[in-house]
């Protein structure tokens, strides 16, 4: 049977020919642009993999029409966009490219860090207005970095690239999670519950991924925690804010501001947010580095090469669709 591949966005090298060289087929979406639901059905039918990003909506009717699909090999770290759940039960891989976007996406929270507080945003659109009036001492002042204390939700690969970064700005590092990470500790971080974190911090910077238990992480009673002088960034996922309750928090001065690469529903943002000055926001820029996006294609085309293959691909979300694939292998039906 011919080995035939959907990839739903352009992609950059080396995405597209190493795919080439795993398949009889490929059929790429040219445009940038995401693909409708039925546009997704149409073209998965029929596919033995296929290559999605993390804008795709990948839910069940996506993948009842992809029949007979043995991966889809998702191109982020983050894959709330696909239905695990539902690909396991019909026997469908699903992968991620963990860890070459890690030091972009440290880089990216730490252009929020220091963007927001030293008001960059508001400086250069002074600038660019002409209404610089001149250096005043009491002209656009923000929030100091070095010596504060930085709070991390989510302790996990880029959290700790956040905090290595801190140690340069000589920064109290705390953070929360559900266990503890020895590699921050080791960089001098402290593991606190999240109230106190939302209570001590000057930067809060969410690193969780978004499953049922964080969205919504931080929500009016989260924000009415942390210190009116504090920061908010969000370089992971929009939906663990809330972010109608965000704009309400900036509105009052209830934060000092909050720096924003992500969204709750993405590419649109809560209405008011975008008339709050005391923000710095992003449109989802944080492994939008020319290597790393090519890491993150070629990874998720080498997952995908060796799931056609028929065997494990290295970055497997679903590990338990294994023993389903041994089990139909074996002609035993569940
Ligand atoms: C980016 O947001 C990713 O999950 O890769």
Redesign the pocket.
Known sequence: MSVRVFITQPIPDPGRGLVAGCADEVDQNLEDQVLSTDELRAKVAGCTGVLCL?TDRIDAAVLDAAKGCRIFANM???YNNVDVAAATERGIMVTN?PGV?TEA?ADLTWTLILGIARRVVEGDHEMRTGRFPGWGPLYLLGGDVTGRTLGLVGPGRIATAVAERARGFRMAVLYAGRRPSPEIDALGGRMVPLDELLATSDFVSLHTPLTPETRHLIDARALSRMKPTAYLVNTA?GPVVDEAALVDALRSGRIAGAGLD?YEDEPKMAPGLADCPNTLLLP?L??ATFATRAA?ARIAAENLCVALRGDRPPNLVNPEVLSRLSGEAAGITS
């Open positions: 993390l982020a770290v983050g490219t976007l996406t996922r992500v989802h944080g492994s993150m």
